[in-house]
């Protein structure tokens, strides 16, 4: 039976999105693979992990754990990126895994809609990251890094490290560990972090797969509803619902949450309704209807533009995609297994 090593990092306050990525994985993967799921491990308490291990052994039958203690502090002389340094959890996976000759890396902020086998059958000796093109505003903030840096950087080849696939064989020959530590010192007000690093070290050798592997719940379009492979929700973390501009709830965030009952054994919508307040479920029900109608839209679109909120209207689309969907569309969606 081949096996399949997925790295997915956490700690207590993200356990709730390694439960989503992990049993999303677990549900749709074919009974017919192992799957090695290695837990970057930034402090979750032991009883929290094992009922998420038992949540997601009952999705597959061919799935087990192993924790990878992270200590931050062997990250000292590194930059700090959002909050902390779990970020460079990833850069110890060749040690870590000696015997583990590749692996695929997801954020914990990720719904997958598709067996991961059809992502690990890409894999070769030769590739030592297969990744993903970065959302544009993402390229245009390193662009102008490198710029001030007097660096090259080619926009078309610049890869986020959400979802990477790695040759951790070539990571160990190229003591690529060392590389990326030499270049935050080097650079320690880098955009991205290990991203940056990783970009800048390994330009002209990673391969890319499409869009649709790593598709941004912040950038969703009616086309990139239709096949999404793998939503990533960087940004846009459907847990945390507690600023003004996350109010509105997009239909990605109610496949999320439809993935997240399934997990739980819970009828669909019980999990949404924990999270979210009525004022917000009212909100997005409310925009449901003015996006139905063509002339409550043009005039729901004119006081934006008249109140000097016109930015809002392209950010409100996103969230009108599929708006006539039944909660039990929604939840089939999520739960496809074609």
Known sequence: ????????????????????????????????????????DGGIKDDTFAKMEEKIKRLHPNVE????????????????????????????????????????????DFLWLIDI???????????????????????KREEKWAQDHNMPFDPTKYFGAGLSFYNLDKFREENILAQVA?????????????????????????????ERWQTLSIALTPDHMKAPLAIHYGGDIPWRRDK??????????LLWYAMLDHINGRRPGTS???????????????????????????IFNRVLKATGRASYIANLKKFAIDLGMSKKALRQRALSRE
Not at 27 to 40: G, N, Q
Not at 72 to 95: C, D, I, Q
Not at 282 to 289: E, G, I, M, P, S
């Open 272 to 298: 949404i309704k924990s999270h979210l307040t009525t004022w917000q479920r009212v909100y997005k029900r409310a925009l449901a209807n003015i996006h139905r109608h063509s002339v409550s839209r043009a």
């Open 244 to 253: 003004f501009w996350t109010f509105p709830i997009s239909d990605s965030t």
């Open 65 to 108: 754990f192993h924790r990878i203690a992270v200590d931050e502090n062997l990250f000292h002389n590194f930059p700090v990126w959002s909050g902390n340094k779990m970020t460079y959890a990833r850069l110890l996976l060749s040690e870590a895994l000696p015997e583990v000759s590749h692996i695929i890396y997801s954020d914990t």
């Open 1 to 40: 039976m081949e096996t399949i090593h997925i790295a997915l990092p956490s700690d207590e306050n993200y356990v709730i999105g390694l439960e989503v990525t992990a049993g999303s994985i677990a549900y749709h993967a074919s009974k017919d693979v192992r799957l090695m799921i290695h837990i970057l």
């Open 117 to 139: 086998a059809e992502l690990w059958n890409e894999r070769n000796a030769d590739d030592i990251i297969i990744g993903v093109q970065d959302h544009p505003s993402t390229i």
């Open 182 to 210: 030499g270049f935050l010192q080097k650079h320690p007000d880098v955009e991205f972090a290990d991203q940056t690093a990783l970009n800048y070290l390994l330009q002209g050798r990673i391969k890319f797969v499409p």
